[in-house]
Each structure stands twice: as C-alpha cells, then as structure tokens.
Antibody
Framework: QVQLVESGGGVVQPGTSLRLSCTASGFTFSGFAMHWVRQAPGKGLEWVAIISRDGSSKYYADSVKGRFTISRDNSKNTVYLEMNSLRAEDTAIYYC????????????WGQGTLVTVSS | VVMTQSPLSLPVTLGQPASISCRSSQSLVHSDGNTYLNWFQQRPGQSPRRLIYKVSNRDSGVPDRFSGSGSGTDFTLTISRVEAEDVGVYYCMQGTSWPTFGQGTKVEIK
C-alpha cells in the first residue's frame, strides 16, 4: 500500500535553515508529482510547493517563494523541502502528499513532521 | 481563488444528515471541462484524508453516506447519516488553479 513518511522536523531559530524529507513506497514514485502542504497549530491547511514527476517543474506559494526549495530524487523515492530564512510564521506540521493526476491532488498523505521556529 | 465554507461549526445528532457548503471566488471549471473540487476529512490528531475528488467521485474505502455535489462556484458535501467516527474538520479544496483550501468546518456530535 502507499506510504509516505516525513522526517527532518524540529525546533530551529528564526533565520536558520532546515531540510525536510518524505520517503515514498507502495507506488511508482517517478510517475507522480509530489506536494508539500502545511498546517500551523490549530489552523487550516496551506499548499506550500509542488514538483513535477521528473523534477523539471516546481511551483511555490507566495508565502515561501524565494525561501523554500522543493526537489526530488527518484532513485531514492524521496522528495525534499529545503527551508531557508525561517520565520515564526513557518511553524507548522508539514505534510507531503501525492498527486493522483494533474490537478487531482492529495490522494495519499504522510503523517507529517512538526517544524517549530522560535528563539 | 478564495474558498469560503459554511458553516464553520456544525453540531449534529447521530443518525441525522449534515451538509457543508463551499463557494469559490471564481468558477472552478477548467479549460479541459473538468471541475477540480475535492473534499478532505481531518479527524482529531490525524492527517487529512481525501473523501471526494472532482466534485462527486468518492475515494476508495469512503463510506457511501458521504456524497459531493455542485457546479461552477457552489459545492456541497453531504453526510446522509452522521456517525461518531465522522467527527473532525472538513475542508473543500480546489485544484483548478494554484491549490487553495476552505477555512474548514468542524463537525461535532450534539
């Protein structure tokens, strides 16, 4: 069955960097776009970044553009989110999600990893 | 595209129906003719789970008491008979352009 396992979260100071990973299994990873979605404590869901199947196309929310970078390694079945210049408002649970088909998002989600940005 | 849900809180009686409305700030009909409107359920302490995709298609394993309807800018998620396991927050989400979610509707048992 499809499994998505995120890792790399933690407590960091404002202005620093962190890299999240999401390792996939149970499907042909290279055949699907992958997404990162976040949820601030007690708040709703916000789409953060999307990467195409081969990694050639990347899209970002305005709130993270220029600070976050999504990438993938299809040989390792893993998608990454490099987060730089972190701010307090980036504090959230970060989920990776699989795209079923173009514009048909989120058929499977990971359990999430918590990022806390605090001094 | 701004997604607006109502109500934001929905107390329901077990066994009774429940409906959640979702309106988009512009039409969700894509140039390919499809409407990319999904519904997600998030139970307390869990990750989101997709229930409905493209307005009315139920995901595998989703009970048939859940149904989706609507078109253009107005959509509805209906639970025909609420069960205790349906407690949680429900989100509509559009994928026609950059993905955006509604604010969420908290379903609780009266």
């Amino acid at each position: 069955q499809v499994q998505l396992v995120e890792s790399g979260g933690g407590v960091v100071q404002p202005g620093t960097s962190l890299r999240l990973s999401c390792t996939a299994s149970g499907f042909t990873f290279s055949g699907f776009a992958m997404h990162w979605v976040r949820q601030a404590p007690g708040k709703g869901l916000e789409w953060v970044a999307i990467i195409s199947r081969d990694g050639s196309s990347k899209y970002y929310a305005d709130s993270v553009k220029g600070r976050f970078t999504i990438s993938r390694d299809n040989s390792k079945n893993t998608v990454y989110l490099e987060m730089n210049s972190l701010r307090a408002e980036d504090t959230a649970i970060y989920y990776c999600a699989k795209e079923e088909a173009p514009m048909v998002h989120g058929d499977h989600w990971g359990q999430g990893t918590l990022v806390t940005v605090s001094s | 595209v701004v997604m607006t849900q109502s109500p934001l809180s929905l107390p329901v009686t077990l066994g009774q129906p429940a409906s959640i409305s979702c309106r988009s700030s512009q039409s969700l009909v894509h140039s390919d003719g499809n409407t990319y409107l999904n519904w997600f359920q998030q139970r307390p302490g869990q990750s989101p789970r997709r229930l409905i995709y493209k307005v009315s298609n139920r995901d595998s394993g989703v009970p048939d008491r859940f149904s989706g309807s609507g078109s253009g800018t107005d959509f509805t998620l209906t639970i025909s008979r609420v069960e205790a396991e349906d407690v949680g927050v429900y989100y509509c989400m559009q994928g026609t352009s950059w993905p955006t979610f509604g604010q969420g509707t908290k379903v609780e048992i009266k």
